[in-house]
Each structure stands twice: as structure tokens, then as C-alpha cells.
T-cell receptor, first 109, second 116 residues
């Protein structure tokens, strides 16, 4: 699977939007962009995934650059419960997901 | 629809004992994955199984570790002769039969193994 690059950590104020960036310049045409998050002492949780078009669900939005070399996970209104490690992963469906170090998001009340 | 169920949630073993971790996938899911997370480290893939078959065990230590997913019953991750370095959180995930829309998998809450 192609490699992704994410900032080690980010901070956000509660009730403000959060934009979590991910660079994946070596993405292939069949790679989907997946986002997972892991809250403290819990298993990873699926957040969202997409291929080319922007995606929205009840948890977040995924904005994908036109050249697909980067993407941004958008939490529209951060809450304290959103404090977690967020992982951006590329996968074409043929191999198990490979988790990197992710971005540790802190939310300040 | 119950999620991925793992048990036990917490397990304490003395050095040299065996640890057995169980995972029941989500209903309708026939693929199971095991990951390990050492303290303060990231998730590392261990093994990928389908019913009665090991598909990819490239992340599994060569000795003392084994995994199975029988035709009936849960998937089992077995660690023989545990050592302190095996202390970690072990996460199981499952997915439906090959998903052409990218491999979205769903995780359980994990089993925390402590070796004393």
C-alpha cells in the first residue's frame, strides 16, 4: 500500500471545525482513501472512505484533492469525544490495512 | 446487529503460560484480521484469515503464535509460552467477502494481555 504522511499532532478548540490533512503523493488509481480513529483504550473505529469525490457521513466529511495526492478529513464541530488518533490509510482492497502513526487530535474545552 | 466481539477483554498470564484470545466477527463477515498494539506504539497487522484458511500471516511472529478461524465458532489467536514482551492490546477486525469498494474493516474493542 502507498504511504501516507500526516502531522503528528493537532489541537482544536471545542465546537470549532477541524481539518486533518493527509498527503499521499504515490497513490494509485485503485487506492481508496480510508480514515479511522482510535479513542483511548478502544479499538479503531471506521470514520469514512472515498475514491475521487468528496464524501459526507454523519461523523465527518472527506475532501479529496483533484489530483488525489492529498485529502482532508473535516470534523465540522469538534467535541471532547473527538479527541483521538486519526489514521489516514490507502488501500485497494487486496491487502490488509496498514496503519501509520496517525495524527493525535487534542480538543480543548 | 452485534459488532465484532472479542473476549476476554483483559487477560493476565504468568510467563510460560498460554494465552487464547477469541474473536467473533460481525454477522455476515467471513474475513478476520488480527492486529497487535504494543504500549505507546501503533497498530501492527499480524494475520488475515478466511474460514478455514490463513490468507496472509506476514505479520505473525514465527514462533509461539498461531491463529485459526474454523468453519464453526470464533477465530482464535493463540500465544504459547508467553513472555513479558507479549503484553499488548490485541485487536480483531472483520469484513464481508471481498469488497470492491476498498477494504473497510470493523474492529472489536480489543483484548488486553498482561504477562507477569
Amino acid at each position: 500500500d502507498a504511504k501516507t504522511t500526516q502531522p503528528n499532532s493537532m489541537e482544536s478548540n471545542e465546537e470549532e471545525p477541524v481539518h486533518l490533512p493527509c498527503n499521499h503523493s504515490t497513490i494509485s488509481g485503485t487506492d481508496y482513501i480510508h480514515w479511522y480513529r482510535q479513542l483511548p483504550s478502544q479499538g479503531p473505529e471506521y470514520v469514512i472512505h472515498g475514491l475521487t469525490s468528496n464524501v459526507n457521513n454523519r461523523m465527518a466529511s472527506l475532501a479529496i484533492a483533484e489530483d488525489r495526492k492529498s485529502s482532508t478529513l473535516i470534523l465540522h464541530r469538534a467535541t471532547l469525544r473527538d479527541a483521538a488518533v486519526y489514521y489516514c490509510i490507502l488501500n485497494s482492497g487486496n491487502t490488509p490495512l496498514v496503519f501509520g502513526k496517525g495524527t493525535r487530535l487534542s480538543v480543548i474545552a | 446487529n452485534a459488532g465484532v466481539m472479542q473476549n476476554p477483554r483483559h487477560l493476565v498470564r504468568r510467563r510460560g503460560q498460554e494465552a487464547r484470545l477469541r474473536c467473533s466477527p460481525m454477522k455476515g463477515h467471513s474475513h478476520v484480521y488480527w492486529y497487535r498494539q504494543l504500549p505507546e506504539e501503533g497498530l501492527k497487522f499480524m494475520v488475515y484469515l478466511q474460514k478455514e484458511n490463513i490468507i496472509d500471516e506476514s505479520g505473525m511472529p514465527k514462533e509461539r503464535f498461531s491463529a485459526e478461524f474454523p468453519k464453526e465458532g470464533p477465530s482464535i489467536l493463540r500465544i504459547q509460552q508467553v513472555v513479558r514482551g507479549d503484553s499488548a492490546a490485541y485487536f480483531c477486525a472483520s469484513s464481508p467477502p471481498k469488497n470492491p469498494r476498498g477494504n473497510t474493516i470493523y474492529f472489536g474493542e480489543g483484548s488486553w494481555l498482561t504477562v507477569v
